[in-house]
């Protein structure tokens, strides 16, 4: 292994990226521990900030050092990935550079949610929203305001998951009305519905919950929604778990 490093080392100085990344992948994959593995790989992003293969061994090298409980490490490495795909999404902004600085974000999160920092992937999502709306993605600025919505759930600040939640459907319904559209609408409506429940507000929340059944339609999905109706309507309390859970920050590594 270390005369395959010794290639990372002689790639990097002939400029030869994609050599040298494809060198890291195979060495994060057969022996993740090696000596100077870790600075190789974050040696190669410095020298070649804005290299897409130089992102992808930064990303290996953040979910193999999750695996292994290094979290410190992950959210390091996951950080400087995040550096690398901004980098690229200023650079040349598309939306195949929008998606993967997105991806990224999304590892670091999950990276930070595993160790606790609930802050820091509200963060992350925060940045999402901002260049989803720099690119002009309202779409994707829904996606994401739903998602700190139910951040602001799990953390019982509802006011803020109202306010949140009734923005991503309002831009939702901005959309062209299509299926996809619809499922992602319904799902704030039982967002929506569920924090209006948690408040007290049944009435509100029945409305609520008729407007995800129309937009799902014969989705099998809708019989969660007439389960939660039926629930309402006895009498019962929000039942613990809502039925849409966040998607954002979720990766799993074990």
């Not at 902004?93 to 929008?98: A, C, D, H, K, V």
């Not at 966040?246 to 990766?251: P, S, T, V």
Request: net charge negative; hydrophobic share 45%; aromatic share 4%.
């Amino acid at each position: 292994m270390d005369r395959v490093m010794k290639g990372v080392r002689a790639c990097m100085a002939k400029g030869a990226v994609e050599d040298a990344a494809t060198l890291l992948l195979h060495l994060w994959a057969e022996d993740p521990d090696l000596r100077g593995l870790r600075e190789a790989s974050v040696e190669l992003a410095d020298r070649f900030p804005l290299s897409d293969s130089a992102a992808e061994v930064l990303r290996t090298a953040a979910l193999s050092s999750a695996e292994r409980g290094l979290l410190p490490a992950a959210e390091e490495l996951a950080r400087r990935e995040v550096g690398v795909r901004r980098a690229r999404c200023q650079a040349e902004p598309t939306p195949e550079s929008l998606t993967a600085h997105v991806g990224a974000l999304d590892v670091l999160a999950s990276v930070q949610r595993a160790r606790g920092e609930d802050e820091a992937v509200e963060a992350c999502l925060t940045e999402v929203v901002e260049w989803q709306h720099d690119h002009g993605d309202r779409a994707g600025v829904a996606w994401a305001l739903r998602e700190l919505g139910v951040l602001a759930i799990e953390a019982g600040d509802l006011a803020l998951a109202g306010r949140r939640l009734t923005r991503a459907v309002s831009l939702y319904r901005e959309q062209a009305d299509d299926p996809p559209v619809r499922l992602a609408r319904a799902w704030c409506w039982v967002l929506l519905a569920c924090v209006r429940w948690a408040e007290e507000r049944p009435t509100e929340a029945r409305v609520l919950l008729e407007a995800a059944l129309g937009d799902l339609g014969d989705d099998d999905a809708a019989v969660d929604v007439l389960r939660l109706l039926e629930a309402l309507d006895s009498g019962d309390d929000l039942p613990e778990s809502v039925p849409v859970g966040a998607e954002f920050g979720q990766l799993s590594w074990v």
